[in-house]
């Protein structure tokens, strides 16, 4: 069977990496290599991979220059590298979760289903379902999808990514196909993942699996922000200051991710999924300096746009307003 390779960015992973690299080697599909990139950890990190290593030679911790380049930087990096090295799929992980023992295999299984078609390989990413779970591994959610209301569906996943990911990097796997144009991932985007899906479903397909096949374990380390949507705005866990600066630097993100990708298409002269480039351009026009922000949001609200739930739909129709502000000061 095909292999895949699995790139995973780790940071002061000590409490939780042996027990995701062990739910690994309990995978159904055994044709796996894991590359591990320490990102400037302080905890030994780095000397327990490499003693994981010498006891699997599957395990690959790639030598680095110790610089903090945090999650996009590292998975952008671990991507390339996958890539150069003739990654057929590549899986992309966190150290503090579990994997279901058939994760690989049903998604690779889904992967070569969703390329297959008559002009060849076509670019594909597949994402499952995930169990929340607290530290200690007890559950707080059986469905992700559920409790963090996002909207999925392929009907219309190009313009929910446009402003919002759907999709989590630790459930996801692409590939190599869908590689060839994501890579290099800009450092302009939100996340790695959400600039992988947002490419899957303009110029490929996305598949999902409703099936939780990773335990996403949710801790106070996490980078990620709550796994469910209204916990979000308990003050007595997250400060609204903080959670609305990093939700409105990710809208920022989102806009020149959406910018890059229109320039991409254009360079590479890329075909597109049917209707795409026409709602790219508009989306991108609709935020060019000369427009009213007020017009903006009054302009994506005619067109149903960005197709998103309402509660998360006023926040970004918020953080559109707040642009110019913004840019003033």
């Known amino acids: 069977m ?13 409490d939780y990496l042996e027990a995701f690299i062990a739910s690994l080697k309990q995978q159904t599909h055994s044709n796996w290599r894991l590359l591990v990139r320490d990102d400037a950890s302080t905890d030994g990190t780095a000397e327990l991979v490499r003693r994981l290593a010498a006891e699997d030679h599957r395990i690959c911790l790639l030598e680095c220059d110790r610089r903090q380049l945090g999650p996009l930087g590292s998975f952008s990096r671990l991507l390339q590298r996958a890539y150069d090295c003739g990654a057929q799929y590549v899986c992309t992980a966190d150290h503090d979760d579990l994997w279901h023992p058939q994760k690989l295999e049903l998604q690779l299984a889904e992967l070569r289903r969703a390329e297959h078609s008559d002009q060849g390989c076509r670019p594909a990413l ?30 219309n996943a190009f313009e929910t990514l446009l402003a919002r990911s759907f999709v989590l990097g630790c459930a996801c796997a692409v590939n190599r196909q869908l590689l060839d144009f ?23 397909q996305i598949v999902e699996i409703a099936e939780p096949l990773v335990q996403y374990r949710r801790h106070d380390k996490n980078d990620s922000g709550p796994a469910s949507f209204w916990s979000g705005f308990n003050p007595l866990r997250y400060s609204w200051r903080t959670r609305w600066q990093k939700g409105f630097d990710s809208f920022r993100r989102a806009l020149a991710q959406a910018q890059e ?19 790219l351009e508009q989306y991108c026009d609709l935020f060019g300096q000369n427009r009213s922000r007020l017009r903006t949001v009054y302009e994506l609200s005619r067109r149903g746009m960005p197709r998103i739930d309402l509660p998360r739909r006023l926040i970004y129709y918020l953080c559109v307003l707040s642009l110019d502000r913004r840019k003033a000061a």
Not at 2 to 14: D, K, P, Q, S
Not at 261 to 279: D, I, Y
Request: aromatic share 6%; hydrophobic share 40%.
């Open 126 to 155: 597949v994402y499952s379902d995930l169990t929340v779970v607290d530290q200690r591994l007890r559950v707080v959610s059986e469905s992700f999808f559920r409790c963090s209301r996002l909207v999925h569906g392929d009907e």
């Open 182 to 204: 994501a890579l290099p991932v800009p450092q302009c985007v939100p996340m790695h993942d959400w600039w992988l899906a947002l490419c899957a479903a303009a110029i490929g």
């Open 2 to 14: 095909e292999g895949a390779t699995i790139v995973l960015a780790v940071r002061n992973g000590t």
């Open 261 to 279: 990708l229109r320039k991409r298409l254009a360079q590479r002269q890329q075909m597109c999924n049917p209707g795409v480039r026409e709602t």
